[in-house]
């Protein structure tokens, strides 16, 4: 898939896309709709009619790991494999003279408090937000893209105010030409292409472009036009782009907001973004992700997924996936091991490779380490705690200032079976299950 477009009609053909004609207030209303859906048949959302808009949004479409796995034209019980072994065949990016993404081009008296939808999510929330626009930003010295997803409050008139403290690689960029005493030239792009929705995700080294890697991960290269008031090449196929800079020297009050961990991050003081230009579409469509929602946490989780892979296949040949259960602060990786040594190992390596990992846990093959249930089972009928559960100490997990006391220390739990006694645990199978038609079965109503 090479554009937004491709996934929205990836979902349509599967039936994977409700649409919603119903107008609908993007204050409140238009989350609790997208909640009710996750909760439920978690199928992609497209909002026709959107109060104070003329633009629809789109909502949900990475509800299922497989839709991400769909996009970059994936399987999703290789996608791990598949994502690490192509990162590395990163792709120049191919100028195009124009696109879509310029049809309208608007320089002049820009307000994103009314040529945005202005999506408010949770109760408390300062306002409305972009959530779902990835920042597009070359190094000041280098030229080097970064990309990541960033939330930005939309104030008003030609006003942001964005989330991206260093270490993220964006506020990096932006020290280094805060250092020089310039303002930071960025574009915010709303309806990406898959491959670069992930490579924003990704904890891609500093020195890489990312706009390479969304070509690797999509496999053919990023098409990508110049900005018209910014020295900036972004999507030519993309929806919405705003071009703008990130201010040197200024931050401003920005939240609370209701976080993916599903608390609220408080007001804190951050970065400004002032808005030249708003490029889109004519019949442009609207991206919005619910923080912590089922579609920003196969956004995050994939590329942690995909990190932890890296380290634990250095140590165990044979994995059969990873999972980045509870708001990705941990993991479940179903291994099939050849030696006691494997699963310790996994555990260790799988935090090493992700900060944030507070509790690991390592389970047999015959376990969907996607199934909580199934991990649940797997501790109770396969643990010995005395043995199996390693705390460690100190180290810590997720790094926010006013919470880092609770994420001091990090837990290993080993489920597999000790391997002189796999017989003893071969679990149940029932022939003739997986053919078996229930309607064929049951009496009519
Ligand atoms: C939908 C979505 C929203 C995100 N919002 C933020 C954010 O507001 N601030 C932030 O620092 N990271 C946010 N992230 C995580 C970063 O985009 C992610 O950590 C990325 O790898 C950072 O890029 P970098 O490696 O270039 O620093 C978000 C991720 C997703 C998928």
């Known amino acids: ?77 290789s996608l791990l494999r598949s994502m690490v072994a192509l990162e590395g065949r990163r792709m120049p990016v191919e100028h195009v003279a124009t696109g879509p993404v310029h049809e309208v081009v608007k320089t002049d008296d820009v307000d994103v408090a009314r040529d945005v939808p202005q999506v408010v999510f949770a109760e408390h929330d300062g306002g409305a937000y972009i959530t779902a626009g990835v920042l597009i930003a070359p190094h000041p010295r280098t030229g080097v893209y970064n990309a990541s997803w960033n939330r930005c409050q939309l104030v008003g008139d030609d006003k942001l105010r964005v989330r991206m403290m260093p270490p993220q690689h964006l506020g990096r960029y932006h020290a280094e030409a805060e250092a020089l005493g310039q303002n930071l030239p960025c574009a915010i792009v709303i309806g990406a292409p898959p491959g670069l929705m992930m490579s924003a995700a990704s904890k891609v080294p500093y020195e890489v472009d990312e706009l390479e890697v969304a070509g690797a991960w999509q496999q053919s290269p990023l098409r990508v036009v110049r900005c018209r008031t910014i020295p ?9 782009v705003i071009e703008g800079e990130v201010v040197c020297g200024v931050r401003e009050e920005e939240g609370p907001f209701g976080e993916f961990t599903d608390a609220y991050v408080p007001v804190m003081r951050n970065h400004v973004f002032r808005v030249k230009a708003i490029t889109r579409r004519r019949d442009a469509i609207y991206h919005a992700i619910l923080a912590g929602g089922t579609e920003d946490l196969n956004l995050v989780g994939v590329p942690i997924q995909t990190e932890i892979y890296k380290k634990v296949a250095q140590f165990v040949p ?95 739990i080993d489920a597999t079976v000790p391997l002189d006694k796999r017989a003893l645990f071969a679990r149940r199978r029932f022939p003739g299950e997986d053919a078996v038609r229930l309607e064929e079965y049951l009496d009519g109503r």
């Not at 900036?232 to 919405?240: K, L, S, Y």
């Open 1 to 77: 898939m090479r554009t937004f477009r491709d996934l929205l009609a990836w979902l349509e053909n599967r039936g994977d896309l409700a649409t919603v004609s119903r107008a609908v207030d993007p204050r409140h209303e238009l989350t609790a709709v997208m909640r009710r859906m996750q909760a439920g048949a978690n199928k992609g959302l497209l909002f026709k009619q959107v109060k104070g808009t003329d633009i629809p949004v789109a909502t949900n479409l990475f509800g299922f790991r497989r839709a991400v796995a769909a996009s970059l034209g994936l399987d999703e019980p």
């Open 318 to 412: 044979r994995i059969r996936d990873i999972a980045t259960p509870g708001y990705v602060f941990g993991c479940v990786i179903a291994i099939e091991k050849d030696n006691e040594d494997q699963p310790k190992n996994a555990l260790l390596a799988a935090m090493a490779a992700y900060s944030w990992s507070k509790v690991v846990v390592v389970v047999d093959a015959d376990v969907d380490p996607f199934d909580a249930a199934d991990v649940l089972w797997a501790i109770q009928t396969r643990c010995t705690p005395e043995t199996g559960i390693y705390v460690v100490p100190r180290i810590p997990s997720y790094t926010r200032e006013d919470v880092r006391d609770i994420h001091r220390g990090k837990v290993g």
């Open 232 to 240: 900036v090449d972004v999507p030519a196929d993309a929806e919405i």
